[in-house]
């Protein structure tokens, strides 16, 4: 069973809430702030491209066993970004996928004190093996690739990517994929953002590789780059907050018309999954996931998709 639909926008009064809080706990101390990487160095890090761009769905989830948890480790990034995460701190229960772990927790029966978080490079985690948290959740898409090494839970976002360019850009304007092939474009290392870039815009020029997106938004704001291809609702919270002389240029076509779910990234063969895809269902059912959604992802406005 697929989630309910989910929109392109975000809320405008969710921005500027998120925004306060921002500066709130930027007020008190400069080291709280998200480090900015020198702008004038362009990561080097390498990739290869992935074989394997089609997104999978996962199928609708069984009837767990008995799910008697009560303590939860929950993986994010380091930094942690709104609209996902509000001032880089996921307990404090503001921002989409950190209110979403909570509600996953109540259903589950565990006590919000009771949740911990750590923190994980994005990449890292995309790759087998044990990991040190029950579950990872930062914007990780649904791809059969990645479901070969790890298990998803079922989807709790229908996301789309989009391309961000400064005002004065040259990409400013475009209609099309194909008006982004002669442009610079640049994402963060192992993100169905820079697949995307790799696979179906195939620029010109190859794309800019950063181990961040603090790394990939520094570089975008020194002008190293002509656009910055990233999940849509952080293209909303960037240009609406964070870069405000850039624009969205537009949202990017699916590929191959397929969804771009995000899920909860687990180890392998993990017991939790059905537990957590129960919670998760239930929070569909109710429309209680549908308002979280709304509160921190949607808006009014809308953004043309560019052609394919």
């Known amino acids: ?110 006590a919000a004190e009771n949740v911990s978080w750590v923190r994980v490079g994005f990449d890292e985690s995309i790759i087998a093996g044990p990991k040190n948290y029950d579950f990872n959740i930062q914007q990780y898409t649904i791809t059969a690739e990645r479901d070969q090494v790890v298990d998803f839970s079922i989807g709790y976002y229908s996301n789309e990517q989009a391309v961000i360019a400064l005002d004065d850009s040259s990409v400013i304007g475009a209609t099309s994929v194909d008006d982004l092939k002669s442009a610079r474009l640049g994402a963060q290392i192992g993100t169905t953002s820079l697949d995307y870039i790799d696979n179906i815009i195939q620029p010109s020029s190859e794309a800019r590789v950063y181990n961040t997106t603090a790394d990939a938004k520094a570089a975008f704001d020194a002008g190293q780059i002509d656009g910055m291809v990233v999940d849509l609702p952080t293209a909303y919270f960037i240009t609406a907050v964070e870069i405000t002389d850039a624009s969205i240029v537009g949202v990017l076509p699916r590929a191959g018309g397929a969804e771009d779910e995000l899920g909860m990234l687990f180890e392998e063969g993990s017991p939790l999954v059905p537990c957590v895809n129960a919670a998760l269902q239930s929070l569909i059912d109710s429309g209680e996931l549908e308002e979280i959604e709304n509160m921190w992802l949607n808006d009014e406005g809308n953004i043309p998709t560019l052609t394919s």
């Open 1 to 110: 069973m697929k989630a309910t639909r989910f929109t392109k926008r975000i809320t405008l009064a969710a921005l500027i809430l998120a925004a306060v809080a921002l500066l709130a706990a930027g007020c008190g101390d400069d080291d709280d702030e998200e480090s900015t990487p020198d702008p004038t160095t362009t990561s080097t890090t390498t990739t290869v491209a992935v074989p394997d761009f089609t997104t999978t769905t996962v199928a609708a989830p069984e009837a767990p066993g008995p799910c008697d948890v009560t303590e939860l480790t929950v993986a994010t990034g380091e930094p942690a970004f709104p609209p996902y995460v509000i001032d880089d701190d996921p307990s404090n229960q503001m921002g989409f996928e950190s209110a979403v772990v909570y509600a996953v927790a109540r259903e589950m029966g565990v």
